[in-house]
């Protein structure tokens, strides 16, 4: 379609920017190997229990959040707990934001905002790990961060909806994306080839900041 009117460059602007974002989700959700993992850390406020997620992170590129960190002092951080929702009143008079009480300390993401329960009592420093909004594409000198090829996969997909458009055959083109996919799925999901993941121990994500942890 080269010189070709039949798909405008908005147009196939959008369709690389939706097959970005179905790429982008294929590593985020189905393997979850921190390839877009990012931190942003903030003060809370004595007394506030929500905080509105577009005012703290500055890019304002938030999608789902990875973990949540609370500084008891210094730069010692203690991991947090979600509550669930229909635990919200549980905590409220649970404890306090310090050595003793912080495991009673609760959060949760309600709408756009993050939710703590009991509310701070002090200003504490918050550490955010989240994962980003996929990458989007608006100028034709913008890049998008490549892992080992796989934006062929973006191309492949394009050039489907392209096809799909003047209603063309899509066969060949389907089979090498479903080859892409297949081979993105293998590989994509061990990123530390060293050391691969343990069966998470909820009982352990604080124990190394109070007794240490032993290899045992």
Not at 129 to 142: E, G, Q, S
Request: with cysteine; hydrophobic share 35%.
């Amino acid at each position: 379609m080269k010189e070709s009117k039949f798909v405008e460059d908005n147009e196939l602007t959008f369709y690389i920017n939706q097959s970005i974002s179905e790429l982008h989700d294929m590593l985020v959700q189905s393997y979850g190997s921190d390839y877009y993992v990012k931190d942003i850390t903030f003060q809370s406020v004595a007394g506030q229990k929500s905080y509105d997620l577009d005012t703290i992170i500055v890019d304002q590129d938030f999608y789902k959040l990875r973990a949540l960190d609370a500084a008891l002092n210094g730069d010692e951080f203690t991991t947090l707990k979600k509550f669930n929702f229909n635990e919200r009143n549980r905590f409220q008079n649970a404890g306090s934001w310090n050595q003793i009480g912080i495991n009673n300390v609760r959060y949760r993401l309600v709408g756009s905002n993050l939710r703590f329960s009991p509310a701070p009592d002090q200003n504490t420093e918050i550490q955010v790990w989240y994962i980003p909004r996929a990458t989007t594409l608006v100028n034709d000198a913008d890049t998008y961060n490549d892992f080992n090829g796989w934006i062929e996969y973006v191309i492949v997909d394009c050039a489907i909806k392209m096809l799909n458009k003047e209603e063309s055959d899509v066969t060949i083109l389907f089979n090498e994306k479903q080859l892409l996919k297949r081979r993105i799925e293998e590989v994509s999901q061990n990123r530390d080839v060293e050391n691969s993941e343990s069966i998470q121990d909820v009982t352990l994500e604080n124990d190394s900041h109070f007794y240490g942890r032993s290899n045992s």
